[in-house]
C-alpha cells in the first residue's frame, strides 16, 4: 500500500468519525516544526492538527484534509535531502586526520521517522593530514543495535569506495550501532585478510585521493 492508499483510508476513516466534514486532500509544505506551521499554496496554517503517527520535519511534502473542519495533517508524501557536511567529523582510532584544504560531503534522507539513508564523501586536498589508525565518519543519527539469535550484535551494512591514485577499492561500511560507522574493505590487500581503511591500507593517501559512501539503516 502505497503512502497515498494509506491517506486515502485514514481520510475515509477520519470522514467516518467526523460526520463527513474532511472531503479534500492537499499537498502542503512545512516550513517550521517549532511552531508546527504548513504551507499551502504560499499561504500559512500555524499549529494544524497532525497524525500522532507523523514527526513533523522541515520540507516535508505532507498530505492535508481540508474542507468543513480544521486542517489534519495525515503523514509525509516525499522526504527532502538534508545536507549534513558542516556535521560530518573524519576521525580515526589512531592520530586524527585533518582535511585542511579537502572538501567533503554528505546529505540524509530520512524514511517514516526511523530509516535513515546516509551518504557522503570525502576529497583529499594537498595539506590532507592522513593521521593513523582505522578510519571512520560519524552517523547523522545514532544506530539502532541488531541483535541476533545468539545475542551477538548484528551490523548495518552499506556500500562504500577508496580511490588513492593507485588502488581503487570497493569496499563495505559497517554500522554496530552508536553514533560512528567504519570501513572495513571487502577486497584483501595482498594475501591479508579484509581490514579497516586507513591512513596505510590500500596504500596511504594522498591529494587527489577520494573516499565515498552509502548506507542505510535504523534509528536508535
Excluded at 119 to 126: K, N, P, Q, T
Excluded at 160 to 177: A, E, L, P, R
Aim: glycine content about 10%.
Amino acid at each position: 500500500m502505497t503512502i497515498e492508499d494509506l491517506a486515502v483510508a485514514q481520510k475515509a476513516q477520519i470522514a467516518r468519525a467526523t460526520d463527513g466534514n474532511y472531503t479534500t486532500m492537499r499537498r502542503a509544505t512545512v516550513t517550521s516544526v517549532s511552531p508546527f506551521i504548513i504551507s499551502i499554496n504560499g499561504i500559512l496554517i500555524d499549529s494544524p492538527a497532525c497524525s500522532p503517527q507523523y514527526s513533523p520535519r522541515v520540507n516535508d511534502v505532507v498530505l492535508v484534509l481540508m474542507d468543513g473542519a480544521a486542517p489534519y495533517v495525515l503523514e509525509a508524501v516525499n522526504r527532502t535531502w538534508v545536507d549534513f557536511t558542516g556535521s560530518l567529523v573524519w576521525s580515526s582510532t589512531g592520530t586524527q586526520p585533518g582535511l585542511n584544504n579537502g572538501t567533503k560531503e554528505a546529505q540524509y534522507l530520512l524514511l517514516d521517522n526511523d530509516v535513515c539513508i546516509y551518504e557522503g564523501a570525502l576529497s583529499f586536498g594537498s595539506s590532507t593530514v592522513a593521521g593513523t589508525g582505522a578510519y571512520s565518519v560519524n552517523l547523522p543519527f545514532a544506530a539502532h543495535i541488531r541483535g541476533t539469535p545468539s545475542g551477538a550484535s548484528t551490523p548495518w551494512v552499506g556500500s562504500s569506495k577508496f580511490f588513492n591514485g593507485t588502488n581503487d577499492v570497493n569496499g563495505v561500511m559497517q554500522i554496530f550501532g552508536g553514533s560512528n560507522v567504519n570501513f572495513p574493505m571487502s577486497e584483501a590487500i595482498s594475501a591479508a585478510i579484509p581490514q579497516g581503511w586507513s591512513a596505510t591500507a590500500p596504500n596511504p593517501p594522498n591529494s587527489g585521493s577520494n573516499m565515498c559512501w552509502t548506507i542505510t539503516y535504523r534509528i536508535a
